[in-house]
């Protein structure tokens, strides 16, 4: 098995400055594989696939906000024996909190929000607590809001097998569970928090929350196949995710309806719309450059601020911004991202906006290290930069 840590990232870095996201038109000779052919790609993807064990991956890649890969290796549904590409639609996880951060940074562009109001201002529903939550506090996972638990598995998991019709009526899952800590205090990655923001936009905007997403954001970026998961649609291209029992053998996960947590983890889409997001992003198309920056400023190193950090060596740094990851690569570029993983799916974006590259990445199985992959997609991408000692 490859040593990803050791490729990717190399010694971990102490301190680090971040520049803002600007979009460039990457020079000639800035990426590594100028004509990269789609074997080679597909091949890497196959390698994924056999080392992972994931039944089917699919990835997207844009340079300059074109599309210069779309495809895929293996099998999106092993029942029917229906071929994996960068056309499968699968539920993408908690990619879906950083396509849902769009939205109320929009609205916090139009002046209808402040990062700064209390979430009871457009939740009235919420209990107080013993401090006050804002926006920004469920935007940077340090409200205190509790994430999954086993309680929530209670009565062979109903919670989350039910449909929700009512936004309202599925935060009853978690409003009313005390705080792990008083807001802004730590760092506690929190899927419940997240999915506040599907009330906040309902609130303010006055329609459906999956009407502003069409309308704002999916439409305007050209994400023709992002949807709801909602299970009695009839998706084209719809794909099926797998984990494996205890024995090891491939099988299907449990049911799950995501109505509860559509902001948090419930939006379907392919690696083509994933990518396409990002060259909306990257072009100004969905948001202002500073508010943008906004977005992927690092507020903070998550495992320094975690409520658990860990101790271990070795620990790579990792920052969050408003919803969105933070990181850089080996020679020091800034990417901005975000994981999914449900019912048996992981998935990543990943965003270069200064070197105009986007990378979007899909697989049918829930064990693997889908960061480290994407990642490695990307590098494939840009050329290695050599830093020249001036002293010599």
Not at 127 to 149: E, F, M, V, W
Not at 166 to 183: M, V
Request: charged residues 20%.
């Amino acid at each position: 098995m490859i040593d990803f840590k050791r490729i990717i990232f190399g010694a971990a870095v102490a301190a680090v400055v971040f520049t803002a996201p600007v979009r460039t038109n990457a020079q000639p000779g800035r990426f590594s594989h100028e004509n990269l052919n789609d074997k080679y790609v597909l091949n890497y993807l196959q390698r994924v696939a056999d080392e992972s064990g994931a039944p089917g991956v699919s990835a997207s890649v844009a340079i300059n906000g074109k599309m210069v890969f779309s495809g895929g290796v293996g099998y999106a549904d092993l029942d029917n024996k229906v071929f994996q590409n960068g056309q499968t639609v699968h539920n993408i996880g908690s990619v879906s909190k950083a396509v849902a951060v769009i939205a109320i940074m929009q609205l916090e562009e139009k002046g209808l929000l402040s990062l700064d109001d209390e979430i009871q201002k457009y939740l009235p529903y919420f209990p107080k607590k013993q401090k006050p939550i804002t926006i920004k506090h469920i935007l940077t996972h340090t409200s205190g809001i509790r994430h999954y638990a086993a309680k929530d598995n209670d009565n062979f998991g109903f919670k989350h097998m039910r449909h929700y019709d009512d936004f309202q009526e599925a935060t009853a899952i978690f409003r009313d569970d005390s705080l792990l800590f008083n807001p802004g205090a730590y760092f506690s990655y929190s899927s419940y928090a997240s999915n506040l923001m599907h009330g906040i936009v309902e609130k303010i905007s006055g329609i459906s929350f999956e009407e502003y997403m069409k309308r704002n954001i999916w439409q305007p970026a050209g994400m023709l196949a992002t949807w709801f998961d909602i299970p009695s649609r009839v998706i084209p291209n719809r794909g099926k995710g797998y984990v494996r029992d205890k024995s090891g053998l491939i099988v299907n996960p449990d049911y799950e309806d995501t109505s509860y947590k559509y902001a948090g983890g419930g939006i379907i889409a392919s690696s083509e719309d994933m990518v396409k997001l990002g060259i909306a992003l990257n072009d100004g198309i969905l948001l202002k450059p500073a508010t943008l920056a906004k977005m992927y400023t690092p507020y903070f190193e998550k495992n320094e601020k975690a409520i658990h950090p860990s101790k271990a060596s070795g620990i790579i740094p990792s920052w969050q911004g408003l919803i969105w990851f933070v990181g850089k690569d080996q020679t020091g570029r800034n990417w901005y991202g975000h994981s999914g993983t449900v019912k048996g799916t992981r998935c990543f974006i990943m965003n270069y906006p200064a070197e105009g590259l986007v990378v979007a990445i899909q697989a049918n199985i829930g064990s693997i290290k889908i960061d480290e992959y994407a990642l490695l997609l990307a590098q494939m991408y840009l050329k290695e930069e050599v830093k020249i000692d001036k002293k010599k």
